[in-house]
Each structure stands twice: as structure tokens, then as C-alpha cells.
């Protein structure tokens, strides 16, 4: 019988190449709150590993998180040059996905109690349903 590979318990939004850029908006969102793509720009570009990050790259980013539901567009803002920019801020998608990747699960399990687990448990089993 053969093996099969075990499931990582990271989330995919958290993996591959763009692991990394997604983290920083992630965080400035978190921090700061709703901002357009070129305020996130700035300040990613103030974090550690992701100084020579491009506007394009940044604005690719977004727009593929908002895409897969990580993010929301909620407004407007008129810019110095006199365009609209679009703002953007982390949906309740987002900020599940910075605990549960901010989460030692092990540590978790052993402070829950049964009645929170079942608890849990169901909302999980309702929501892959």
C-alpha cells in the first residue's frame, strides 16, 4: 500500500512565491485599515523582504485577493493628481486567515473544552457542507 503525502496545515494564501507579499498587505491592512493600492504600496514597501517591490506587483496582489475574497473594495477617494482611487480593506476572510495562520493548533486544542470543540466542529461541518 503506498503513502500518501500529508496535507500541509498552512493556508494557500500563505504558500508559494507570493507568500510573502501577501503577509505584508495582509499586516498593513490589519494596522492601518482600509487604504487604496498605492498607500499599500507605501508602506509594504517599508517592511523587511519587501523593499524592491514594485507598484505593478503590489496592484496584481490586491486585485487577485480581492478576487479569491480576502479583500473588499468600500469606497473611493480622490487622489492628488485629481483621479479616484479604489480602497480597499481586509473582509472577515482575511482576518480568518491571519489568526488561523497565526494559530499553534496543538496549543489550541488543548485550552478548548468539549462543549467549545462540538461547538466549533459543527460550525466547520455547516460550512463545507
Known amino acids: 500500500m503506498s503513502r500518501r503525502k500529508a496535507k500541509s496545515g498552512k493556508l494557500s494564501v500563505f504558500k508559494g512565491r507570493e507568500a510573502r507579499l501577501n503577509r505584508a498587505i495582509f499586516h498593513t491592512l490589519a ?3 482600509p487604504q487604496t493600492i498605492y498607500d499599500i ?3 509594504v514597501k517599508h517592511q523587511k523582504g519587501t523593499r524592491q517591490m514594485r507598484y505593478a506587483s503590489i496592484n496584481k496582489r490586491v486585485r487577485n485577493l480581492e478576487e479569491q ?3 473588499s473594495k468600500v469606497g473611493t477617494r480622490k487622489t492628488k493628481a ?3 482611487a479604489l480602497i480597499y480593506e481586509l473582509d472577515a476572510k482575511g482576518y480568518l486567515a491571519i489568526l488561523i495562520n497565526s ?3 496543538n496549543k489550541f ?3 478548548v473544552d468539549e462543549t467549545t470543540a462540538s461547538t466549533i466542529l459543527g460550525d466547520i461541518l455547516a460550512a463545507t457542507s
Open 69 to 71: 475574497g480576502y479583500l
Open 41 to 43: 504600496h507605501k508602506e
Open 103 to 105: 494559530l499553534d493548533l
Open 109 to 111: 486544542l488543548g485550552l
Open 82 to 84: 485629481g483621479s479616484r
Open 31 to 33: 494596522l492601518k485599515g
